[in-house]
């Protein structure tokens, strides 16, 4: 970009088209959807079939070839109409991107094409019940064995846990050797050996999370993804992607909040005018509107970093950390100034509040972006561990 505060006219005529369609396909079924656990399957081939998975993948493998910058254009929008349909934008996307990058060819002649089109679910299981964001402290383990790999242990938070047709499985192959002994294997879920668990989460309902149980799982060499033992590096590199555009999930979500709160306020009449006359109400929606704004600018600034090649690991921890606050705190205050009518499910700001929630804990907790920032500002030896 010439200038990286501002999209190209080409960034905005996609950007417009993603907007038309994602509102007039998946604008309509959150709420109702968001009340229950059925996975939205149907939505998924919908993302597949309007290239939004494949943005990241190359055209020669059945993809886009497009950048991480126009995917986050793409998630943003659809995270407007519909936050289950965003993740579900999000997580494909940078599945298939994983897969197309790292995956040997008869793991993507496998897979790449069912999860290409939406008609494959694919998981990431990294973390463990011991082990959260400390993921080189795993304790589930790969043994060599002869034509590939044994795996045995549980992940859990695994989100689409009890859906997916594929497992991105992170596992030690050299316990011995820290975060350098981890690596990243392709495990089939309909493997009698693998068992999921759901749990019962107040939001994120019809994706799932649950947990996976692997019991001598065998993987074979060619479902291994990169080397052994380049796994760490691998979901290190991925987390400053996902980071990035989680930021983008949640501005969707807080931006669909706020512009139904601009409509609502100036149409809502007490003491014989607009609510919306009132500075207690205008001045709010004036605060969260600026720090979404902030917010849209800073993950976009990371996701440009990024295509440029250039670190972004300091600003995808901003964006993680500070995301799910501005959206948290803009979607309640939105639930404020409707009054006792948001105070229902008949409305989708409480889903909302819901979901956005989720994304405080899922890809490090504030905590761990703030170390990775002091960790930048100050230096690893200042900081610590």
Same mark, same amino acid.
């Given at each position: 970009?010439? @200038?990286?505060?501002?999209?190209?006219?080409?960034?905005?005529?996609? =950007?417009?088209?993603?907007?038309?369609?994602?509102?007039?396909?998946? #604008?309509?079924?959150?709420?109702?959807?968001?009340?229950?656990?059925?996975?939205?399957?149907?939505?998924?081939?919908?993302?597949?079939?309007?290239?939004?998975?494949?943005?990241?993948?190359?055209?020669?493998?059945?993809?886009?070839?497009?950048?991480?910058?126009?995917?986050?254009?793409?998630?943003?929008?659809? #995270?407007?109409? @519909?936050?289950?349909?965003?993740?579900? %934008?999000?997580? !494909?996307?940078?599945?298939?991107?994983?897969?197309?990058?790292?995956?040997?060819? #008869? %793991?993507?002649?496998?897979?790449?094409?069912?999860?290409?089109?939406?008609?494959?679910? +694919?998981?990431?299981?990294?973390?463990?019940?011991?082990?959260? !964001?400390?993921?080189?402290?795993?304790?589930?383990?790969?043994?060599?064995?002869?034509? $590939?790999?044994?795996?045995?242990?549980?992940?859990?938070?695994?989100?689409? /846990?009890?859906?997916?047709?594929?497992?991105?499985?992170? /596992?030690?192959?050299?316990?011995?050797?820290?975060?350098?002994?981890?690596? /990243?294997?392709? +495990?089939?879920?309909?493997?009698?050996? +693998?068992? !999921?668990?759901?749990?019962?989460?107040?939001?994120?309902?019809?994706?799932?999370?649950?947990?996976?149980?692997?019991?001598?799982?065998?993987?074979?060499?060619?479902?291994?993804?990169?080397?052994?033992?380049?796994?760490?590096?691998?979901?290190?590199?991925?987390?400053?992607?996902?980071?990035?555009?989680?930021?983008?999930?949640?501005?969707?979500? %807080?931006? =669909?909040?706020?512009?139904?709160? #601009?409509?609502?306020?100036?149409?809502?009449? %007490?003491?014989?005018?607009?609510?919306?006359?009132?500075?207690?109400?205008?001045?709010?929606? /004036?605060?969260?509107?600026?720090?979404?704004?902030?917010?849209?600018?800073?993950?976009?600034?990371?996701?440009?970093?990024?295509?440029?090649?250039?670190?972004?690991?300091?600003?995808?921890?901003?964006?993680?950390?500070?995301?799910?606050?501005?959206?948290? @705190?803009?979607?309640?205050?939105?639930?404020v100034l409707h009054g006792q009518v948001a105070f229902s499910d008949d409305l989708p700001l409480q889903s909302m509040l819901r979901d956005v929630t989720a994304y405080f804990i899922?890809? $490090?907790?504030?905590?761990?972006?703030?170390?990775?920032?002091?960790?930048?500002?100050? $230096?690893?030896?200042?900081?610590?561990?």
């Amino acid at each position: 970009m010439s @200038n990286p505060f501002l999209c190209t006219d080409e960034q905005e005529e996609f =950007r417009r088209s993603v907007a038309g369609l994602a509102r007039d396909r998946f #604008a309509g079924s959150y709420l109702e959807g968001a009340k229950t656990d059925k996975f939205p399957g149907d939505e998924l081939r919908q993302l597949g079939q309007a290239g939004i998975i494949g943005l990241l993948v190359d055209e020669e493998d059945g993809g886009q070839g497009g950048d991480a910058f126009t995917l986050g254009i793409a998630i943003e929008e659809v #995270a407007y109409a @519909n936050l289950t349909v965003g993740y579900l %934008a999000f997580g !494909s996307a940078v599945a298939c991107d994983v897969l197309a990058r790292h995956a040997t060819a #008869a %793991a993507k002649a496998r897979w790449l094409p069912g999860l290409l089109a939406g008609d494959l679910v +694919v998981a990431l299981a990294l973390t463990e019940p011991g082990s959260g !964001s400390d993921a080189a402290a795993m304790r589930t383990t790969a043994t060599r064995v002869e034509g $590939g790999w044994v795996l045995t242990g549980e992940k859990t938070s695994v989100t689409a /846990a009890v859906h997916a047709h594929l497992a991105i499985v992170f /596992a030690k192959t050299d316990p011995d050797a820290g975060a350098a002994g981890v690596s /990243a294997f392709l +495990v089939d879920t309909d493997d009698r050996t +693998v068992t !999921s668990h759901p749990f019962d989460d107040p939001g994120g309902k019809p994706l799932g999370r649950g947990s996976v149980v692997l019991d001598g799982t065998f993987v074979p060499d060619d479902h291994v993804l990169g080397a052994p033992g380049n796994g760490f590096r691998i979901v290190m590199h991925e987390f400053d992607l996902t980071r990035s555009l989680i930021g983008l999930i949640l501005v969707g979500g %807080a931006q =669909r909040a706020l512009d139904m709160t #601009a409509a609502y306020v100036t149409e809502r009449q %007490a003491f014989g005018q607009p609510i919306s006359r009132f500075q207690g109400v205008s001045f709010p929606i /004036a605060e969260h509107t600026t720090y979404v704004e902030a917010l849209r600018m800073l993950s976009y600034h990371s996701l440009g970093r990024r295509v440029a090649g250039l670190p972004h690991s300091r600003e995808a921890a901003m964006v993680k950390w500070w995301g799910p606050e501005v959206a948290f @705190n803009a979607i309640k205050d939105c639930i404020v100034l409707h009054g006792q009518v948001a105070f229902s499910d008949d409305l989708p700001l409480q889903s909302m509040l819901r979901d956005v929630t989720a994304y405080f804990i899922g890809d $490090g907790t504030p905590q761990i972006q703030k170390l990775v920032i002091a960790r930048h500002v100050l $230096g690893r030896d200042a900081v610590g561990a």
